[in-house]
């Protein structure tokens, strides 16, 4: 979708810092003041609701959110617990991925 900014993400037409990407979604790492703070993993297929996800991509989107997070941990990134969130920012589904307060 045209003006769509996760679609522009996905597509690479806008910035971010890609970990990993396959057919079906990338894996975007947010910053915030200069630091890590979350990932944003993106189906490429615009989807505006969780319902409109079949199965097989939600089962996808949560085992690479699930793998991207372990694989930064393993990098020495300290996220004291994570926490998984599937979201819709108005326009387009994706999961984010952070750091939990009480971990």
């Known amino acids: 979708m045209a003006d769509c900014g996760l679609c522009e993400l996905a597509a690479g037409r806008a910035r971010g810092l890609r970990l990993y990407e396959d057919e079906h979604l990338v ?6 003041d200069g630091l890590p703070s979350r990932l944003l993993v993106v189906p490429r297929r615009h989807c505006e609701s969780a319902e ?7 089962a996808h989107l949560v085992g690479t959110g699930e793998r991207a997070a372990r694989s930064l941990g393993d990098a020495g990134m300290d996220l004291g617990g994570v926490r998984a ?3 819709v920012n108005g ?13």
Do not use: F, I, K, N
């Open 27 to 32: 894996v975007l790492l947010r910053l915030r």
């Open 52 to 58: 409109g996800l079949d199965e097989a991509l939600r």
């Open 91 to 103: 326009e387009h589904v994706y999961l984010q991925v952070c750091a939990s307060a009480g971990g």
């Open 85 to 87: 969130e599937l979201q």
